[in-house]
């Protein structure tokens, strides 16, 4: 204990030297019984620091009780230090979020992707017409987790043919039914029952709902691992939600299911997508941060206006459209990240600490004038938002800016955006930890020493590894993403094989993103299946017969889009080489101070 003190305030002192942080927390439990809470900061450059492991077996988990829990560890750093809180989706942490907000009103409400797209996931394999196929899959897993003559059976066909094993299927929502099936589809020459006796209707029959069912889940299962990386920021989330409907869109139309069922898949996507990026509190930094990467701005993703179409003759009035700054030519976007950026930067000025922003705290209507100019100068790639972005990651992009003299309003929001660390995976991989330190054998160590552990053992591995970095030994794994402008055909997944059970202890608790590793078996009988989330009641929720974003300026068929959803590397796309930037500079010396009255007000352009 006495060195988890010493641990403790060593992540206080590098800290407190740290701004832009972002903060996570979930909750969970250990084999003794005993329930506890998890609270990380995680930095701008994607470290992530346990903070605090609360107990709290009995504890009603209300909002006031955990947003006292939260609010009080961000206040030993400073909260004036954060600028987001992540967590997943129940009542109690999104009420917790809400209250730092009230607290905080600089610190970004933000739910957590992963979790939410496995909802997605779950509705989609909730739908009658794919619960047979994933019943056999279950089955035929769960069988051949429990038979030791068909495990050993399965190995030799691995050595035999090369082919994958079977993976096991997860506690959690992340996926793993996706990835399954996938490994399931390998091995279908496997004569376990009735479904998989070759040619017949009833094999037919399986194979290929089993087919639809990946088809349209499996670029689900795939962003997700996207999604899991440490270097992720919310721009790279807004791009895969769009890779990911362009590929159910795709698949949808190639995969021969039902049209009753392929309006209940867009209506989940439908639905999901507005959920998070509509309803949801933070659902403006997403779109914003994407507008902000310089190889976005004026790429293929938004649609062209089309030259050649007929012309539309609009009658002046008082709610005509405003028109965008010249060379603008998605005007819809373009206003509303602009008006999410003034509000924000508008809190900022007012609550924050950034001296760029503080600086127009008596100057609201030279602020409006600023703003407008240097946001539309980004928009049109004027200097000195010119510079090519090339191999430079977008935060590395703007901290250049920063740097210059050009530093002004867009780069100081550009920058809050791409510090946030927009998911709550370090607690996953925490909880993942807690999950191997304290096997069945070990069940009655207290929350307080398994956390002094798990607390200690993250400091000294993140010591280790900055050291390695800094001497330039740092060893790279296969699996990293460091740089997450990820390909669907680079994601190979480490299964989780039922005949490979033994060798889940060697793996790097740290490697793993999310506590998927945790198997669904369970003793007994086959047909006693254990109760999971997929026999949970159903929601039903709204059917569709568009996708949502096939009516905005986004265009679905992108050659960027494409790009991430090829299944190879030879259809790469053509690389925009516009970079753009803005204009963007502190306080004049003309600027005099204003009447105490004046407001924020974003103006007319």
């Known amino acids: 204990m006495s060195e988890q003190e010493r641990v403790r305030g060593m992540q206080l002192a590098f800290l407190k030297t740290q701004i832009r942080l972002s903060v996570s927390f979930d909750g969970g439990d250990v084999g003794c019984g005993e329930d506890f809470y998890t609270v990380h900061a995680n930095t701008s450059d994607g470290r992530s620091f346990l903070l605090e492991g609360f107990e709290c077996t009995g504890v009603s988990h209300t909002t006031n009780w955990l947003a006292g829990v939260v609010l009080g560890v961000m206040k030993t750093v400073g909260i004036e230090r954060f600028i987001a809180s992540l967590s997943d989706g129940p009542p109690q942490t999104r009420g917790c979020r809400r209250r730092i907000t009230e607290e905080a009103p600089t610190v970004l409400d933000m739910a957590d992707p992963c979790h939410h797209m496995s909802l997605a996931v779950k509705d989609i394999s909730q739908i009658p017409y794919f619960i047979p196929p994933i019943k056999v899959m279950r089955g035929t897993v769960r069988h051949f987790s429990q038979s030791k003559d068909s495990k050993n059976a399965l190995k030799q066909l691995r050595s035999v043919d090369g082919i994958r094993g079977l993976e096991t299927i997860g506690k959690t929502r992340f996926a793993t039914l996706p990835w399954s099936s996938i490994s399931l589809r390998a091995n279908l020459n496997l004569k376990y029952n009735s479904s998989f006796i070759k040619d017949t209707p009833k094999t037919l029959d399986f194979e290929m709902k089993l087919n639809q069912y990946i088809a349209v889940t499996e670029g689900l299962a795939r962003a997700i691992q996207c999604l899991e990386a440490a270097a992720c920021n919310p721009a790279d989330i807004y791009l895969i939600w769009l890779a990911v409907t362009a590929h159910i869109r795709a698949a949808l139309t190639s995969s021969l299911l039902p049209e009753s069922v392929c309006d209940e898949i867009r209506g989940v996507i439908n639905y999901r997508w507005k959920e998070f990026f509509v309803t949801n509190p933070g659902h403006g930094t997403y779109l914003a941060a994407f507008y902000l990467n310089p190889k976005y701005v004026n790429s293929s993703i938004f649609k062209r206006p089309n030259p050649l179409a007929s012309a539309t003759i609009t009658i002046p009035g008082k709610n005509k459209a405003p028109e965008p700054p010249i060379g603008v030519k998605n005007a819809k976007t373009f206003f509303t990240v602009a008006q999410y950026l003034f509000d924000q930067a508008v809190i900022e000025i007012e609550h924050g600490i950034d001296p760029t922003l503080m600086a127009y705290r008596k100057k609201k209507t030279a602020f ?99 050291k390695a970095l800094a001497d330039g030994t740092a060893k790279v794994r296969p699996a990293a993403r460091p740089h997450p402008e990820v390909k669907f055909y680079n994601i190979e997944r480490e299964i989780h094989s039922v005949d490979d059970q033994d060798e889940l202890m060697d793996l790097d608790l740290d490697d793993i993103e999310s506590d998927d590793e945790s198997d669904e078996i369970s003793v007994g009988v086959v047909e006693e299946a254990k109760k999971d989330w997929l026999d949970d009641s159903r929601e039903v929720l709204p059917s569709s017969d568009t996708l949502f974003l096939e009516a905005g300026e986004v265009d679905l068929d992108s050659a960027l889009l494409q790009d991430i959803l090829a299944e190879w590397p030879g259809a790469a796309m053509q690389r925009s ?28 352009w």
């Open 368 to 466: 409006s004038g600023k703003f407008k100019q240097q946001f539309a100068a980004y928009a049109q790639g004027e200097f000195p938002f010119n510079s090519p972005l090339g191999s430079m990651r977008p935060i590395d992009w703007w901290c250049a800016l920063e740097r210059s003299e050009h530093g002004g309003i867009i780069v100081s929001l550009a920058l809050k955006l791409y510090s946030v660390v927009p998911h709550s995976m370090a607690d996953e991989r925490t909880v993942s930890v807690i999950t191997w330190m304290n096997p069945a054998l070990r069940n009655h160590e207290k929350v307080n020493t398994i956390f002094s552990f798990a607390q200690i053992r993250q400091w000294y591995r993140d010591q280790a590894k900055q």
């Open 577 to 604: 080489t516009t970079s753009v930037d803005d204009e963007s500079e502190g306080m004049e010396d003309g600027d005099e101070e204003e009447d105490a009255n004046a407001t924020f007000t974003l103006g007319s």
